[in-house]
T-cell receptor
Framework: QQPVQSPQAVILREGEDAVINCSSS?????VHWYRQKHGEAPVFLMI?????EQKGHEKISASFNEKKQQSSLYLTASQLSYSGTYFC???????????FGPGTRLSVLP | DGGITQSPKYLFRKEGQNVTLSCEQN?????MYWYRQDPGQGLRLIYY???????QKGDIAEGYSVSREKKESFPLTVTSAQKNPTAFYLC?????????????????FGPGTRLTVL
């Protein structure tokens, strides 16, 4: 079952912060985050493996709450290069069938 | 340089024809995946393979077929049974090196093939 992402789209000015949420009705064993620029392939950002885990990647970080079956991606002091569509992805409990969320389109304006 | 390649980048097909999309990786990855992406939409899983000579259907396998005769290759055939094949097709691979298997490793994506049915 596909995870749910919110918001569907967000528009920011450079330097502003944003939060993208990913949740599932099924138990989450890991959460992956990817960013895709228009017409290109998705690029890996980070994987979260344990409940409560937080990871960071430059000014992009994420948290994973296993109990609440949700993950959040935090973008701080956004840059123009952050524009794109952000996808979360989750596995079934055998670590095989991988499902992406519908994506959140982020636009950063000067 | 290790990576994953897809060819061709653009493909045009007449209705009723089968067409095969190529996906090759030299990353020595065990798992490979095919996704379909429609304009403004997310990625939907067509087929995946964890090891050579084995593959599983994803959410939208109808009208598609795959083979995995070699570790580095995972071609996708779009058959005439696929009613609406125009889309962006992405291939990905993943290592199983870390403990716990594929779920603990990132996916590497190829550049994609844009298929248009005329």
């Amino acid at each position: 079952q596909q995870p749910v992402q919110s918001p569907q789209a967000v528009i920011l000015r450079e330097g502003e912060d944003a939060v993208i949420n990913c949740s599932s009705s099924k138990a989450l064993y890991s959460v992956h985050w990817y960013r895709q620029k228009h017409g290109e392939a998705p690029v890996f950002l980070m994987i979260l493996l344990k409940g409560g885990e937080q990871k960071g990647h430059e000014k992009i970080s994420a948290s994973f709450n296993e109990k609440k079956q949700q993950s959040s991606l935090y973008l701080t002091a956004s840059q123009l290069s952050y524009s794109g569509t952000y996808f979360c992805g989750t596995h079934d409990n055998y670590g095989q069938n991988f499902v992406f969320g519908p994506g959140t389109r982020l636009s950063v304006l000067p | 340089d290790g990576g994953i390649t897809q060819s061709p980048k653009y493909l045009f097909r007449k209705e009723g024809q089968n067409v095969t999309l190529s996906c090759e990786q030299n990353l020595n990855h065990d798992a490979m995946y095919w996704y379909r992406q429609d304009p403004g939409q997310g990625l939907r899983l067509i087929y995946y393979s964890q090891i050579v000579n084995d593959f599983q259907k994803g959410d939208i396998a109808e009208g598609y077929s795959v083979s995995r005769e070699k570790k580095e290759s995972f071609p996708l055939t779009v058959t005439s049974a696929q009613k609406n094949p125009t889309a962006f097709y992405l291939c990905a691979s993943r290592s199983s090196r870390l403990a716990g298997g594929p779920s603990y490793n990132e996916q590497f994506f190829g550049p994609g093939t844009r298929l248009t049915v005329l």
